[in-house]
């Protein structure tokens, strides 16, 4: 590396990783969600992430095609099996090759590019799995004067931020609108919230006004603004990434009345739903990772209630709803 070569670690809640590139510049997407959780170099890291700008992409590496297509917002990339490594291509851009039993990955990018957010999110994955953590497609929010916490599960566009910040104004608290991080143990489970900014649509601050001083006045092209938790704090409870534990997971669907209700899931169906948006089969079938988040998954579902929450008109009368039900179990 040239000499403005440079390391940071970071702490994933105990699991380490350390990142290294020749310039820090390579790796923004990284340090927006953890630049809050880095710890001094001296710590041993559990996994390393390398990151080598060059021209050399490894495009075709050996193994099995495990998915060939179309990512959005990333465009084109493959997926290769190659049985103890998982290579990730993004032809004439960049690749990334995930060394899973050895705790190393290595991402190669074409001078001047930028590390996609899908190549970022896959090596990112493939730290916390090997410290046995999975990064689940959820809101976290704390229970008012509670360290416990529900999951909010439910496809990107439903409204998991909305509904986020409507329990938010009755106590709730935030641990993450978006991305949670799930460690279970046999007969227990707990989460942690990735520290990232929280994306409001412009609909989310028309239905909840007490949000308009943390905006300003201009919306990107997908009608949100990105607002940092910093300035989230200064109306709502942002929690700490402490591990928690999870009381209950929510399968979140709209209304089709208006009326916003919570009602007893079964936990095949609540393992169904939540799988559905958390694990990626490709035309090998599960890859490794894949399997053991499946495996947490399970786990989850077995030992926590489950429901539906169907959100109406009035998103912030979950909170009395979800406080009854969860009193009750």
């Known amino acids: 590396m040239t000499s403005d070569a440079t390391t940071f670690c970071y702490d994933l809640n105990g699991q380490v990783i350390s990142i290294s590139a020749s310039r820090a510049g390579l790796w923004p997407s ?39 297509g179309e990512i959005p917002l990333d465009g084109h990339c493959r997926i290769v099996d190659g049985r103890d490594v998982v290579h990730l291509v993004f032809p004439g851009l960049q690749t990334a090759s995930v060394h899973a039993d050895e705790g190393w990955a290595e991402i190669r990018v074409h001078p001047d590019g930028k590390i996609k957010w899908t190549l970022s999110m ?15 497609h959820t809101a976290g929010m704390t229970l008012p004067g509670s360290e416990a916490l529900v999951l909010i599960h439910a496809p990107s566009g439903t409204g998991k931020s909305t509904t986020s910040m409507a329990l938010a104004s009755q106590g709730f608290g935030l641990c993450s609108d978006d991305v949670m ?8 489970t707990a989460a942690w919230g990735m520290p990232r900014k929280v994306k409001i649509h412009r ?9 308009s001083p943390c905006l300003g006045g201009t919306w990107d092209a997908e009608g949100e603004q990105a607002v940092s938790l910093e300035r ?3 109306i ?3 929690e700490d990434v402490r591990a928690r534990p999870v009381a209950a997971l929510l399968h979140l669907a709209r209304s089709a009345d208006g009326q916003t209700r919570l009602v007893p899931m079964a936990r095949t169906d609540a393992m169904v739903a939540l799988a559905t948006d958390n694990v990626r089969t490709g035309m090998t079938g599960l890859l490794p990772m894949q399997k053991r988040r499946m495996g947490a998954i399970a786990a989850l579902v077995k030992v926590v209630p489950t429901f539906t929450l169907e959100i109406g008109s009035s998103p912030a009368d979950a ?9 009750q179990t």
């Open 181 to 188: 991080i799930h460690s279970a143990t046999p007969g227990a």
């Open 319 to 327: 909170a009395a709803l979800i406080r009854a039900a969860l009193a």
């Open 236 to 238: 709502i409870r942002i």
């Open 122 to 136: 896959l090596v990112l994955d493939a730290a916390l799995d090997a410290g046995g953590q999975h990064m689940l």
């Open 232 to 234: 989230l704090g200064d």
């Open 203 to 211: 609909n989310t601050a028309a239905m909840l006004p007490f949000l």
């Open 30 to 68: 990284f340090d927006l969600m953890l630049g809050s959780l880095r710890v001094s170099e001296a710590v041993e890291p559990g996994f390393r992430i390398n990151i080598v700008e060059t021209s050399a992409l490894p495009e075709n590496p050996e193994g099995k095609l495990a998915f060939d």
